[in-house]
């Protein structure tokens, strides 16, 4: 019987335990990562949730703390402005062709504009290069009233959270529709030269923002718009499972290391010994 692995059965073991180690530190700390990001959504989900639960806010000011106030519902009265209303083109509701509503808000006496997401109006099939027309009523220009919706740090983030790609808000086509400017994309900076205003480093959705099951949610109809909700995707659970593949990985790397190891050193040596 021998008792240890001879030069160079030495070096050759010393080399596959150094790969295998590698490739378990390496594969243990991936699933380590994924398992910190996911306590990081988690610790943003619940944050996000308890915005959506708390008593609505009514800023002041064009400028808001968004680590704080974020996915807050807001509550403001003032008017929509006709000037600083944008249609953003190539959106669905439920597979067919849409416009982005997206129109300016002065609060009562304040000298900025707000950017609100007031939901979806579909393309008439018929004449799919027309603008479509706004709802009978839905314009309001100079009429007060309160604004209901939740606050979202971008506008991009209402698009994105619904799967939808923006592309470069630097490279907007802009074009005229049925009386309607209709955008590509949207850019704080083009709206505050379209508007001749400031806006606010915010914008509001007046569509739902609700905790989703993933499936594709289902239109609804307010105020003659379209309104999808805008999914809170906490993400928790994919970065757990991606966690619990790397753990996986890394114990059968452990294990693969070890019946490798004695397969091919100290199994073999002990025949080897035997047969002498």
Do not use: C
């Not at 519902?73 to 849409?98: H, M, S, T, W």
Request: charged residues 20%; glycine residues 8%; hydrophobic residues 45%.
């Amino acid at each position: 019987m021998v008792n240890a692995v001879k030069t160079p059965g030495k070096v050759k073991l010393l080399f596959t335990l150094l790969i295998g180690a590698g490739l378990v530190w390496l594969t243990f700390s991936l699933g380590q990562w994924q398992t910190g990001r996911a306590q990081e959504k988690q610790t943003l989900f619940d944050a996000q949730a308890r915005a959506l639960a708390a008593e609505p806010v009514s800023p002041a000011s064009a400028r808001l703390d968004l680590d704080n106030l974020s996915y807050r519902k807001i509550e403001l009265r003032g008017r929509f402005e006709a000037k600083a209303l944008i249609y953003i083109d190539n959106r669905q509701v439920n597979g067919r062709p849409a416009v982005q509503v997206v129109q300016g808000f002065r609060p009562e006496g304040a000298n900025f504009l707000i950017p609100v997401d007031r939901g979806l109006l579909l393309r008439n099939p018929a004449e799919p290069r027309l603008a479509p027309n706004m709802p009978a009523g839905a314009m309001r220009d100079g009429e007060m009233f309160n604004l209901q919706g939740t606050i979202l740090p971008r506008f991009a983030q209402s698009a994105e959270l619904r799967g939808i790609a923006l592309g470069d808000a630097e490279n907007i086509v802009m074009a005229q529709s049925n009386g309607f400017d209709v955008w590509s994309n949207f850019s704080v900076n083009e709206f505050e030269k379209r508007t001749g205003e400031p806006v606010s480093n915010f914008v509001v959705t007046q569509q739902p923002v609700a905790q989703t099951t993933g499936q594709q949610p289902q239109a609804s109809i307010a105020g003659g718009f379209y309104h999808l909700a805008v999914p809170l995707q906490e993400q928790v659970a994919k970065h757990r499972g991606y966690a619990f593949q790397w753990f996986t990985m890394s114990a059968v790397l452990v294990l693969l290391t070890l019946f490798f190891v004695y397969r091919e050193f100290f199994r073999s040596e002990f025949y080897k010994g035997n047969k002498r």
